[in-house]
């Protein structure tokens, strides 16, 4: 079946530090690929997609390519903020009917000021 | 704005005692899916509607049902809550041949 592989948090940052957090999949067909973000207590907010091979999805600074050659979807930041100390997962849906989403693990990221 | 409501975000119930959370959306998606979520740990999908047809994972317990009277709203009633099920729960939406679900702000159940 499908699976979500990112890496294993917590992640500590100075602020205005550069940000990766590797996310990498496996599935059938042609996923789209997200990242989610979740902050303290809230739900899930969608961040960045990317819905095709070689797709950027950006947002907030963040930014994503869908690389179907080496299954990844890398999430990156140039300058991180204090505020964006959060729980990062990555994730895929399958496309078809209905769009069951598989998560990954999630990559909990701390920026000190 | 178009969106999913989870109601209420925080509910505390007594053990054994049944509850019942409920979700409502205004995208008209006819897909809706519900997710428990542990402390650090990712969601898991628990069950999803695909219209009216109820779609059970295989690993869901049976204490877990769901409702969806009209495409608007969807309920989830745990029968019997133990202290093992004390989680976020996410509601989610989608529409047949989009490529993404849009997620409630959750509801965080504690069990007492």
């Known amino acids: 079946g499908d699976s979500v592989t990112q890496m294993e948090g917590p992640v500590t940052l100075s602020e205005e530090a550069f940000l990766t957090i590797n996310c990498t999949y496996t599935?059938?067909?042609?996923?789209?690929l997200f990242w989610y973000v979740q902050y303290p207590g809230e739900g899930l907010q969608l961040l960045l997609k990317a819905t095709k091979a070689d797709d950027k999805g950006s947002n907030k600074g963040f930014e994503a390519t869908y690389r179907k050659e080496t299954t990844s979807f890398h999430l990156e930041k140039g300058s991180v903020q204090v505020s964006d100390s959060a729980v990062y997962f990555c994730?895929?849906?399958?496309?078809?009917?209905?769009?069951?989403?598989?998560f990954g693990t999630g990559t909990k990221l701390q920026v000190i000021p | 704005d178009a969106m999913v409501i989870q109601n209420p975000r925080y509910q505390v119930t007594q053990f054994g005692k049944p509850v019942t959370l409920s979700c409502s959306q205004t995208l008209n998606h006819n897909v809706m899916y519900w997710y428990q979520q542990k402390s650090s740990q990712a969601p898991k999908l628990l069950f999803h509607?695909?219209?009216?047809?109820?779609?059970n994972e295989a690993d869901t317990p049976d204490n877990f049902q769901s409702r969806r009277p009209n495409t608007s709203f969807c309920f989830l009633d745990i029968r019997s809550p133990g202290l093992g099920d004390a989680a976020m729960y996410l509601c989610?939406?989608?529409?047949?041949?989009?490529?993404?679900?849009?997620f409630g702000q959750g509801t965080r159940l504690t069990v007492v």
């Open positions: 989610a939406t989608s529409r047949t041949g989009s490529t993404e679900a849009f």
């Open positions: 994730a895929l849906t399958p496309g078809g009917g209905y769009q069951k989403v598989t």
């Open positions: 599935a059938t067909g042609y996923p789209s």
């Open positions: 509607y695909y219209d009216k047809d109820f779609n």
